[in-house]
C-alpha cells in the first residue's frame, strides 16, 4: 500500500509537529508545510500576548495552509504539514485543499508538552498550554489518521507516526 500523498502532523503547541513533519516528508519524499509560517502577523503578536486565538483568527490562516496544500498537489507532490489542526472544523477546512488528508495526531500529557515549552524560544507562551488541550478535539471515527503516542523519545514517535502511515 502507498502512503498518503497529503500528511498534517497535528497536536496542540510543543508536541513535536515540526521534528516529526519534517523526518516525515524527507522519509516520504515530500515537501514539508510549516504552518506557523503561513500565520498572518496579527494572529502571532495575539497569541505572543498569551491571547488564545479564535475561529474568526484561525480561519484565514487555515485557508491559506488549504491554498497550498492545494497548490503542492496540482504540482504533483505528496506534502507534510505541521498544523495543530485541533478541532473537527479546522481539519474540514484544511481539507478544501485536499480532500483525502491523513492526520498524525501527536498527543501528550500536560505535564511533557510545558517541561518542553518552558526549554524552547517560541512565540506561544506557555499559558495558552491549557486552552489548546482544553480546544482540542480527538480525531473522529471518520477522518484518516492515527493518534501517536508523543511521551516518548522522538525517535520513537517518528518510526510510530512513519508506520501508521504507511499502514494507512
Same mark, same amino acid.
Given at each position: 500500500?502507498?502512503?498518503?500523498?497529503?500528511?498534517?502532523?497535528?497536536?496542540?503547541?510543543?508536541?513535536?509537529?515540526?521534528?516529526?513533519?519534517?523526518?516525515?516528508?524527507?522519509?516520504?519524499?515530500?515537501?514539508?508545510?510549516?504552518?506557523?509560517?503561513?500565520?498572518?502577523?496579527?494572529?502571532?503578536?495575539?497569541?505572543?500576548?498569551?491571547?488564545?486565538?479564535?475561529?474568526?483568527? @484561525? *480561519? $484565514?490562516?487555515?485557508?491559506? &495552509?488549504?491554498?497550498?496544500? =492545494?497548490? +503542492?498537489?496540482?504540482?504533483?507532490?505528496? /506534502?507534510?504539514?505541521?498544523?495543530?489542526?485541533? @478541532? *473537527? $472544523?479546522?481539519?474540514?477546512? &484544511?481539507?478544501?485543499?485536499? =480532500?483525502? +488528508?491523513?492526520?498524525?495526531?501527536?498527543? /501528550?500529557?500536560?505535564?511533557?508538552?510545558?517541561? @518542553?515549552?518552558?526549554?524552547?524560544?517560541?512565540?506561544?507562551?506557555?499559558?495558552?498550554?491549557?486552552?489548546?488541550?482544553?480546544?482540542?478535539?480527538?480525531?473522529?471515527?471518520?477522518?484518516?489518521?492515527?493518534?501517536?503516542?508523543?511521551?516518548?523519545?522522538?525517535?520513537?514517535?517518528?518510526?510510530?507516526?512513519?508506520?501508521?502511515?504507511?499502514?494507512?
Amino acid at each position: 500500500m502507498s502512503a498518503p500523498r497529503h500528511l498534517v502532523v497535528m497536536g496542540v503547541t510543543a508536541t513535536g509537529k515540526t521534528t516529526v513533519g519534517r523526518a516525515l516528508a524527507e522519509a516520504l519524499g515530500g515537501v514539508f508545510v510549516e504552518g506557523d509560517t503561513f500565520h498572518p502577523q496579527a494572529n502571532i503578536e495575539k497569541m505572543s500576548a498569551g491571547i488564545p486565538l479564535d475561529d474568526d483568527d @484561525r *480561519r $484565514p490562516w487555515l485557508r491559506a &495552509l488549504a491554498d497550498e496544500i =492545494a497548490r +503542492l498537489d496540482a504540482a504533483g507532490e505528496l /506534502s507534510v504539514t505541521a498544523c495543530s489542526a485541533l @478541532r *473537527r $472544523p479546522y481539519r474540514d477546512w &484544511l481539507r478544501e485543499g485536499y =480532500a483525502g +488528508l491523513f492526520f498524525v495526531h501527536l498527543d /501528550s500529557t500536560f505535564d511533557v508538552l510545558l517541561d @518542553r515549552m518552558k526549554r524552547r524560544t517560541h512565540f506561544m507562551p506557555p499559558s495558552l498550554l491549557q486552552s489548546q488541550l482544553d480546544t482540542l478535539e480527538p480525531l473522529e471515527p471518520d477522518e484518516a489518521g492515527a493518534v501517536i503516542d508523543d511521551n516518548q523519545a522522538v525517535d520513537a514517535v517518528f518510526a510510530d507516526a512513519l508506520a501508521a502511515v504507511r499502514a494507512a
